[in-house]
C-alpha cells in the first residue's frame, strides 16, 4: 500500500467522519483501499463497521454463549459423531 497525498486525506474526512484518531483513521483506510475484510486491533470497538471493514479486537472475551455453541457444534460435527475413528 502505498501512501499518498490521496490516502491521506481520505483518512483526514474519515478522521473527522466517524471519531477516529487521525492515525486508526490512516490504517482503517489504508485497510479499505487494500481490500481487506477484517482489522485486528486492539485499540478500536469490537464488531466496529468502517464501509466494508469489520474491526476485530483479537484479545476480546467472546459473545456470551458464542464458544459454548462453536465447541458444541465441533464436537457434533466431528469424526466421531460421523462414525469416523
Known amino acids: 500500500m502505498q501512501i499518498d497525498s490521496?490516502?491521506?486525506l481520505s483518512a483526514i474526512h474519515r478522521s473527522r467522519?466517524?471519531?477516529?484518531?487521525f492515525w486508526d483513521a490512516l490504517i482503517v483506510q489504508a485497510a479499505i483501499e487494500g481490500h481487506?475484510?477484517?482489522?485486528?486491533?486492539?485499540?478500536?470497538?469490537r464488531g466496529q463497521m468502517q464501509d466494508t471493514l469489520r474491526v476485530v479486537n483479537?484479545?476480546?472475551?467472546?459473545?456470551p454463549?458464542?464458544?459454548t455453541r462453536k465447541a458444541a457444534y465441533l464436537l457434533a460435527s466431528g469424526p466421531i459423531a460421523h462414525g469416523n475413528r
Do not use: K
Open 6 to 8: 490521496e490516502l491521506i
Open 17 to 21: 467522519n466517524n471519531q477516529l484518531s
Open 36 to 45: 481487506a475484510s477484517t482489522l485486528y486491533s486492539e485499540d478500536m470497538q
Open 58 to 63: 483479537p484479545f476480546s472475551q467472546p459473545a
Open 65 to 67: 454463549g458464542t464458544a
